[in-house]
Nanobody, 116 residues
């Protein structure tokens, strides 16, 4: 049974940085592509970044050059380094498998709020 626990969110001024973490339990973590997602108020959840088991990353155009996803397969953890944050990055951030659907299990997420 998969469990996903995100942390590291908070309130930051525009231009600031945050580092999100995600602990994954109950799965063969090292073999799966994982992803970071976010959901802003009144909007659909969207994928922010994906990272393969080998560490290859892909990013949404809106965060390219500012966000960096990484993973520690031994610790079953995901990370998202977010730099040069903008108010439009304000959202609840989630980690999940790279192919996650809305009907799948999701953790509680971590709130990121960027003030202007």
């Amino acid at each position: 049974q998969v469990q996903l626990v995100e942390s590291g969110g908070g309130l930051v001024q525009a231009g600031g940085s945050l580092r999100l973490s995600c602990v994954v339990s109950g799965s063969i973590f090292s073999m799966n592509t994982m992803g970071w997602y976010r959901q802003a108020p009144g909007k659909q959840r969207e994928v922010v970044a994906t990272i393969t088991s080998g560490g290859t990353t892909n990013y949404a155009d809106s965060v390219k050059g500012r966000f960096t996803a990484s993973r520690d397969n031994a610790k079953k953890m995901l990370f998202l380094q977010m730099n040069s944050l903008k108010p439009e990055d304000t959202a609840v951030y989630y980690c999940n498998f790279g192919t996650a659907r809305e009907s799948d299990y999701w953790g509680q997420g971590t709130q990121v709020t960027v003030s202007s």
